[in-house]
DNA sequence: GTTGTTTTAGTACTTTAGTATGAAGACCAA
DNA sequence: TTGGTCTTCATACTAAAGTACTAAAACAAC
């Protein structure tokens, strides 16, 4: 959010110095200062618009609400967190070693310690446990 | 979508005549024109993000809702959609054998012919998918 | 009564997954 | 500096999972 305001905040400086500089001039010129508003208007409504529209596609849905402190509770670090998100996602171990940049085997640690945590036989399990106990998006 | 179309509009024209009736005299006046410029786009922005965040509360999101025809589609049986609830449930084929009263070898043929249907690797992307593709519960 | 699908089950095999254990470097706090 | 977690990796297993067939009984449909 913090990015957003930053972009904005530099689209409306840029308008205005642009604005200075030409003096109204070119930009104005027969077109009335109604028509130059209303343009301004549509333009950064639209960019309202998109950008909201962008934020609300990449929110996951609050309807889970991950529950921090629980993962805290159970002693999941926060690597094996990472594993766990890669297991509900369909991954192998041998893909998430990949994806995180270490052997089969340290994958291997981390879901048997996951296992433990989680009260699960299989990973499948565990994803099971991991959405009751609120700790992975639904 | 359309309502909200409608509304900027009248927002819009409502703005212009504004201005038009004022001869810009008593918003203008010391003020700079690039300020106003700046307000309007920083109005009609809010106004942008404000609506889109409405839409996006509003929207009820179809969270649930199996899609029975897209298991048809898939060519899904009965018993292979039994299988692979019980897959998401975290049961090993051993489990689901013994709960169906069927053997593993049973479940085996099923959860591979599952795996092909769903075009999954493993029955972790097979639960994925299935919940992608609406067709169990997320 | 033959056709097609579903469900069942098997064998034989390869590939993942998971367990048990040990160990080493990083880092942080007492 | 020592103790404690975290992260990493390895070896050597055992246990599941998954593939690739084949096949037979059940059952509806035509």
Chains 1, 2 share one sequence.
């Not at 530099?10 to 508003?37: H, P």
């Not at 993962?71 to 967190?81: M, P, T």
């Amino acid at each position: 959010m913090k990015k957003t305001i930053f972009i904005f905040s530099t689209l409306i400086v840029a308008l205005l110095i642009l604005f200075r500089l030409s003096e109204y001039a070119f930009l104005v010129g027969d077109t009335s200062i109604e028509l130059i508003i209303a343009i301004v208007a549509i333009v950064f409504l639209g960019i309202g618009l998109y950008i909201n529209k962008k934020r609300a596609e990449t929110i996951p849905r609050k309807d889970g609400e991950i529950d921090a402190k629980k993962i805290k509770e159970l002693g999941i670090s926060d690597r094996e967190y990472e594993v766990l998100l890669e297991i509900s996602n369909g991954l192998s171990n041998k893909e998430i070693g990949e994806k995180l940049f270490v052997s089969e085997s340290t994958i291997k640690t981390h879901v048997s310690n996951l296992l433990v945590k989680l009260d699960a036989k299989r990973r499948t399990q565990a994803i099971q446990r991991a959405k009751e106990l609120q700790i992975i998006a639904g």
